[in-house]
DNA sequence: GTAAAGCCTAGTAACGCAATAGGAAATAGA
DNA sequence: TCTATTTCCTATTGCGTTACTAGGCTTTAC
């Protein structure tokens, strides 16, 4: 499996995010019921997209979680490694595998790469505007 | 990781035999020790691809591998579906979670949608007869 | 008959994933 | 200042999968 619970729970949040970002901050308590996911589970991913600036967390009564930019300005891509730790495909292409020593004759080697690309390009290639529904571009606040 | 030791071993071992088919049947060790994989795993790999009709293995003293199509009618999406069981990039497309209950309204499933069909294409277009080295096309017969 | 090969069923150690637990620190409002 | 609410931080645990290993049986050529 390319992408765990981690990661695709870490997008539905960003999307989630950015459907209500007219609403101000938003309590993880909020985020958790809507998408159906465990608040302490939650708290983790959550604390890996802060650590990475792609969220603020603002402690206390009436804190939350705000995107730090716009949502066209975030890919999924982007989203994905961070929270996954890499979207290689294989060992092959991952921090500590890199340089088999079989590498060189390696003749499936490209199959690797090329598969590694496509998977970025498109991951890259899609934001986080593109997901948000439509009907919930222009919340009220109330 | 998309595709495990399973799969990549599988995908050497297919090229491996498809560049020794002149020679005939070519016995697991021979194999194992070119590519540097233990004997036993191996075995259980090259059973899988057995049972599948993509090799026959012939038993006995001569025995060996060898494959049951010419190299250009293999393509690499099938060896690694069938030896890693699924190439769905998330537990979502795959066969028991399929039909989870958010489906209707997550924002996120065309992404996964997408993400599949482009693993799956392009996995689907490359065939074993590519991957074989220029050099191996046309082994001598000893 | 024997050596060389594939076939078959288990078993196991280590790892990563998914989730949980418990508390410390910050903040707004009464 | 007290309290409720919220984020932040460091473990720990159960569980399934992965990557192998073990041992024995069957088939076949010489």
């Excluded at 705000?66 to 991952?94: F, K, M, N, W």
């Excluded at 340089?99 to 290639?125: A, F, H, M, Q």
Aim: hydrophobic share 35%.
């Amino acid at each position: 499996m390319l992408v765990s619970t981690k990661g695709r729970y870490a997008l539905r949040v960003m999307v989630d995010l950015a459907e209500h970002q007219a609403a101000g901050c938003i309590p993880l308590k909020e985020i958790a019921a809507r998408q159906g996911i465990s608040e302490k589970y939650l708290e983790n991913i959550l604390a890996t997209l802060v650590r990475a600036n792609m969220l603020s967390g603002m402690r206390g009564k009436g804190g939350g979680y705000v995107l730090t930019r716009p949502p066209e300005q975030y890919t999924v891509g982007e989203i994905l490694r961070l929270t996954e730790g890499s979207l290689a495909p294989v060992a092959c292409l991952d921090g500590d595998c890199k340089g088999c020593s079989r590498s060189d004759e390696c003749p499936t080697l490209d199959v690797w790469k090329n598969l590694d690309k496509l998977i970025n390009d498109y991951l890259d290639g899609v934001t986080l505007d593109q997901l948000v529904a439509p009907n919930h571009g222009y919340d009220y606040v109330i």
